[in-house]
């Protein structure tokens, strides 16, 4: 079993910058693929960001170069790096992972993933 556990998240302006955090109970980061998702208030739960074990990263096309994921294995914690930030960035964001037999698995879908954290709120003013 793996425990994860958001933080970072609040209220910024527009443009502004948030890293999130997620740090891993329960599981070494260095096996698993994470992933970020984010879901608005009446809107699904949408991927933002993944990365396999062997350190690959995957953006949703609205976030890409704007976002960035990362890991420390030491911390065995995993970091959403959030830059000019949007008003449509205002989600609760999830952070996910999986136990991966393979060093590139990543998945953009919910269901490639069995673990995950309770959320934390950011909210982008304009």
């Known amino acids: 079993q793996a425990q994860l556990v958001e933080s970072g998240g609040g209220l910024v302006q527009a443009g502004g910058s948030l890293r999130l955090s997620c740090a891993v109970s329960?599981?070494?980061?260095?096996?698993?693929?994470m992933g970020w998702f984010r879901q608005a208030p009446g809107k699904e739960r949408d991927f933002v960001a993944a990365?396999?074990?062997?350190?690959?990263?995957y953006y949703a096309d609205s976030v890409k170069g704007r976002f960035t994921i990362s890991r420390d294995n030491a911390k065995n914690t995993v970091a959403l790096q959030m830059n000019s930030l949007k008003p449509e960035d205002t989600a609760v964001y999830y952070c996910a992972a999986v136990p991966a037999a393979s060093s590139t698995y990543y998945s953009r879908f919910q269901s490639g993933y069995n673990y995950w954290g309770q959320g934390t709120q950011v909210t982008v003013s304009s």
């Open positions: 990365t396999s074990w062997s350190g690959g990263t």
């Open positions: 329960g599981r070494t980061v260095s096996r698993l693929a």
